[in-house]
């Protein structure tokens, strides 16, 4: 992107050249009729300057494409991870309700609740099945992470 301010000063001094052949052109006489231009060769520094300039505006276009493409995959990318960032985040809440009622059902066994044991494994087996749906939600975090490596190899 720094090329841009040198391509533009290239670019105003052909077309300053060309202005000026324009303007020191002989003017043709209103009352002959003007013969038929014969085929003018073409400045061959012109002509290469002008090559060069389109070679490099379309090297341009191309970078601007490339990074228009890149910034739309990283915005995907940001709202992918934010949608994670979001469930992770209810994942924890549930996991600190299950944390609490566990501890609850631990101080109720310890002052001898009968009751309390069942409520104590229920509370353990709520905390497990949460625990396994956070490795399976990290294992999907990772293979979604893995996937466009493997499509790039």
Do not use: C, Y
């Not at 003007?34 to 003018?40: D, F, L, R, T």
């Not at 940001?78 to 631990?106: C, G, H």
Request: glycine content about 2%.
């Amino acid at each position: 992107m720094s090329d841009i301010p040198e391509l533009e000063n290239r670019i105003t001094a052909a077309l300053d050249r060309i202005a000026w052949s324009i303007e020191n052109t002989p003017a043709q006489s209103a009352a002959a009729p003007a013969p038929a231009p014969a085929p003018a060769e073409p400045d061959a520094d012109l002509v290469e300057e002008l090559e060069i300039e389109r070679t490099t505006n379309a090297r341009l276009v191309a970078t601007s494409e490339k990074n228009v493409a890149r910034i739309e995959r990283l915005e995907t990318r940001v709202l992918r991870m934010t949608d994670r960032l979001e469930d992770a985040e209810a994942e924890n809440k549930r996991l600190n309700a299950v944390i609490a009622a566990m501890s609850e059902n631990n101080a109720a066994l310890r002052n001898g609740d009968s009751g309390a044991a069942d409520a104590g494994l229920a509370a353990e087996l709520e905390h497990l099945k949460a625990a396994r749906a956070n490795d399976l939600a990290e294992l999907d975090d990772i293979m979604a992470e893995l996937a466009p490596i493997v499509k790039e190899g």
